[in-house]
């Protein structure tokens, strides 16, 4: 999870695609995939990990902080990893309603200032 929020951070667009298990066939959506890489990605949290049906089935529930087009906003999702090879993939993920950042709320990089103080502006 931390390598391909990484790889979005360096705009790594192949990294994300690879990473993709290859029943999604992910390079079929580069376009989209593209878009999302080159977005302004600000931090990423774990809230946690959990071990699926299998040793090989892994879910991480994580908050990704980016903004868009002046606004903060925050990506919410239960994400689900299968292994093969000894190289986890993405397969798919659950996704609660986003958030959307409020002016007078602490901004989302975590520097501690209102929204409308640092990004917001």
């Known amino acids: 999870m931390r390598a391909r929020f990484s790889a979005h951070i360096l705009k790594n667009?192949?990294?994300?695609?690879?990473?993709?298990?290859?029943?999604?066939?992910?390079?079929?959506?580069?376009?989209?995939?593209?878009?999302?890489?080159?977005?302004?990605?600000?931090?990423?949290?774990?809230?946690?990990?959990?071990?699926?049906?299998?040793?090989?089935e892994g879910f991480v529930h994580f908050k990704a902080f980016l903004e868009q087009e002046g606004e903060a906003f925050c990506l919410e999702e239960r994400s689900r990893f299968l292994k093969e090879?000894?190289?986890?993939?993405?397969?798919d993920g659950e996704f609660p309603a986003a958030i959307k950042q409020g002016r007078n709320d602490p901004c989302a990089c975590g520097s501690g200032k209102k929204y409308k103080k640092?990004?917001?502006k």
């Open 13 to 56: 667009v192949e990294f994300v695609i690879e990473t993709y298990h290859p029943s999604c066939q992910a390079s079929n959506e580069r376009d989209a995939i593209s878009e999302s890489v080159h977005s302004h990605w600000l931090r990423l949290e774990i809230i946690s990990t959990q071990i699926g049906s299998t040793p090989n």
């Open 118 to 120: 640092c990004c917001g």
């Open 85 to 91: 090879n000894n190289c986890w993939f993405y397969i």
